[in-house]
């Protein structure tokens, strides 16, 4: 990902403006990631909350400027397991008719979601589409996640493997399955080129 190394080493230098262009940098594809991890609006809004704050307190240890979206993606990733986990112990969840930006409804003790509802994508993801989406929760939140942190965001398999925790033959493997379940579902090379078409305008 495209990140002003020199922005990253103020911001670890404590300077705030420096964090604040960061964050501003990278908001959409954190909500985004967050959004197709956990599927609900408001919990992707408190992750991505919850991250920034984690990250501005820590920033300072961080060792490798280069490496600051791999750690940023991290701290992200553990906060949507943490949520997914709370999920396994709730009952199901029926979002409430016509609210912008939530799309999925709960199945009890399980943490995942079905019945997309199509007509209030928030602008972070419309031009991904409903139709990505949608086949994108057809997959395993594991498989997703490697997915979404491949080709919507560009991370490489040994990046992953670092946010997730998982080996790198384990990320390519589990990449390979999860792709070829999508492209039975949609026409997979045109949805990619919408999708890191989307993913360009991380830098603005």
Request: charged content about 30%; hydrophobic content about 35%.
């Amino acid at each position: 990902m495209d990140i002003d190394i020199n922005v990253v080493n103020r911001a670890k230098d404590g300077d705030p403006d420096a964090f604040i262009s960061l964050y501003e940098t990278m908001y959409k594809s954190l909500y985004r990631s967050a959004f197709l991890t956990l599927g609900r609006k408001e919990d992707a809004e408190d992750a991505v909350s919850d991250t920034i704050v984690d990250a501005w307190n820590e920033i300072g240890s961080l060792r490798d400027p280069k490496a600051f979206s791999s750690w940023i993606y991290r701290i992200l990733y553990v906060k949507c397991q943490r949520k997914r986990a709370y999920y396994m112990t709730e009952p199901s969840e029926l979002l409430p008719e016509g609210e912008s930006g939530n799309l999925y409804i709960r199945q009890e003790g399980s943490g995942a979601f079905k019945s997309v509802r199509t007509s209030a994508l928030s602008d972070e993801l419309s031009e991904v589409g409903s139709d990505v989406i949608e086949a994108l929760f057809s997959l395993s939140p594991e498989d997703r996640e490697i997915i979404v942190l491949h080709v919507l965001l560009g991370f490489k398999s040994r990046e992953i493997a670092k946010i997730t925790g998982l080996k790198a033959s384990s990320v390519r493997s589990r990449e390979v399955r999860a792709l070829q379940k999508l492209r039975s579902q949609i026409p997979f090379e045109a949805a990619k080129q919408r999708v890191t078409g989307s993913a360009s305008d991380r830098s603005k």
